[in-house]
Nanobody
């Protein structure tokens, strides 16, 4: 089955940056789209970013577009989320997920494997 393991979360001041990583073990991310989502306390999980299997197509939620960048290294079996100009409202647990197919995916039912999440806290 394998698993996805996120890392790189932490506490950062508003305006700062963090780089999240999602490493797959026991499974390959090749030929599958990947995505990041987040869940803040008391709120539903929301889509953040998605990337296709080749890494040449991406899309973002409107509230993070221009600040976040999703990328992947299939040789390292890892997906990244570079987060710049962080805001307090970006505070959440961030999850990576592997899609069922190779394209861009936006909805939870389009993913079949999820990591355990990594906490990102942005102080004002």
């Amino acid at each position: 089955q394998g698993q996805l393991v996120e890392s790189g979360g932490g506490l950062v001041q508003a305006g700062g940056a963090l780089r999240l990583s999602c490493a797959a073990s026991g499974r390959s991310i090749s030929y599958r789209g990947m995505g990041w989502s987040r869940q803040a306390p008391g709120k539903e999980r929301e889509f953040v970013a998605t990337i296709n299997w080749r890494g040449d197509s991406t899309n973002y939620a409107a509230r993070v577009k221009g600040r976040f960048t999703i990328s992947r290294d299939n040789a390292k079996n890892t997906v990244y989320l570079q987060m710049n100009s962080l805001k307090p409202e970006d505070t959440a647990v961030y999850y990576c997920a592997q899609a069922r197919t190779g394209g861009l995916q936006y909805y939870p039912n389009e993913y079949d494997s999820w990591g355990q999440g990594t906490q990102v806290t942005v102080s004002s």
